[in-house]
Every structure is written in structure tokens, then in C-alpha cells.
């Protein structure tokens, strides 16, 4: 990955402005959706990764693009920092440690919950009040229906990965009988 360091740094410098306002997450949204439209645009790419095309024309452009979108002037700002210091390498990489320290800054953490069929609304309460009393967080969850699951469901959060499927615990149950130890 493209220096994990200069990453961190931006990422963090992002939020610890972003976080003190209002509407913090609205804005983190449209930084996301920024830097995905830069970097899956090869044009943009191209040009913005472009040695012979200099600095300043690059940000000139950079900031005509943000100021013609709209964009908040923090997000103008950081794109604009990033071109100056030749950083746009970076950008596909910036939205997930940015969101990761927004959410820590703002006390909330995002659950990956992989379950066999779709939940219903009062589930998807239960599963999330379960888990805002385990870490003590607000919980952004979010689910993906997987029915190679079998019952039971899969929660990620942050590294930590918590497997109460029911295909897990059947072999769990299978290696405590046998003494066998299979690879998954």
C-alpha cells in the first residue's frame, strides 16, 4: 500500500477537523463519494498522476473541479494539499482509516454482520442493541445475507471477527468428538 504513514496522516489531520462539526458524517459521505469518483476516473488519474503536467496547472484544475461540484471547503482544501504535495496517489486509499478514526472520534463502530437470510427490522434492532451493549459504542451495522452461513450469523468488528454460525459450531462440535482438526 502506498506509504500506510502519509495515509494515516492525512486521514487523521481530516477528521480531527471534520469531527468537531455537525454534520461530520453527511461530510465524511461526500468525501467518500469524492474519492471514489477521482479515482475510478482514468482521466483523472491519468492527468492528476501525470509528472510532466505541473503542480500549480494541477491544482488550478483541482480547484476548479471542487469549486464547479460544489464541494465543501474542507474537502477543496484537502484535495488541494494533496496535489501540492503530490499525494494523489493516496487517495483510494484514505476513506477507510478516515472513517474508521471519524467513527472512533464521534464513539460509534461499524459492524459487518453476515447472516443466511435477510433480517427483519426487529432483528436488525436486537442484533444492534446486543452490540452497542457489548462495546459500549453507538453501532453502525451493516448486513449481508450470505446462505452459505447455515444458520446463526458472522459479525465483524474492526478486526475482531465473532463466528456464531451454526456451520462453525458443527465443527467445532465434529473436532471436540473425533479430535480431528480441520482446516478451514
Known amino acids: 500500500m502506498a506509504g500506510q504513514e502519509a495515509v494515516n496522516r492525512y486521514a487523521r489531520a481530516f ?20 474519492l471514489r469518483g477521482l ?8 492527468y492528476f498522476m501525470n509528472p510532466s503536467i505541473l503542480i500549480r496547472d494541477k491544482v488550478e484544475t483541482m480547484n476548479k ?3 464547479d461540484t460544489g464541494t465543501d471547503k474542507i474537502l477543496r482544501r484537502l484535495m488541494v494539499i494533496l496535489v501540492k504535495n503530490n499525494r494523489f496517489n493516496i487517495l483510494r486509499y484514505l ?9 472512533e472520534e464521534l464513539g460509534m463502530v461499524e459492524v459487518k454482520l453476515t447472516v443466511p437470510v435477510d433480517l427483519s427490522d426487529e432483528m436488525e434492532t436486537r ?15 451493516s448486513t449481508v445475507v ?9 459479525a ?8 456464531g454460525s451454526l456451520k462453525t459450531n458443527l465443527v467445532k462440535i465434529r473436532e471436540k468428538l473425533t479430535g480431528d482438526m480441520q482446516w478451514r
Open 65 to 67: 473541479l471542487m469549486a
Open 146 to 154: 450470505d446462505p452459505g452461513v447455515i444458520g446463526g450469523a458472522v
Open 95 to 103: 476513506s477507510e482509516p478516515a472513517k474508521r478514526m471519524l467513527y
Open 15 to 34: 477528521v480531527s477537523i471534520i469531527a468537531k462539526r455537525e454534520d461530520a458524517l453527511a461530510l465524511f459521505d461526500e468525501f467518500h463519494e469524492m
Open 39 to 46: 479515482t475510478e476516473n482514468k482521466a483523472a488519474v491519468h
Open 156 to 163: 465483524r468488528i474492526g478486526s475482531v471477527l465473532i463466528d
Open 127 to 141: 442484533f444492534r442493541t446486543a452490540f452497542e451493549k457489548k462495546t459500549g459504542k453507538q453501532v453502525i451495522l
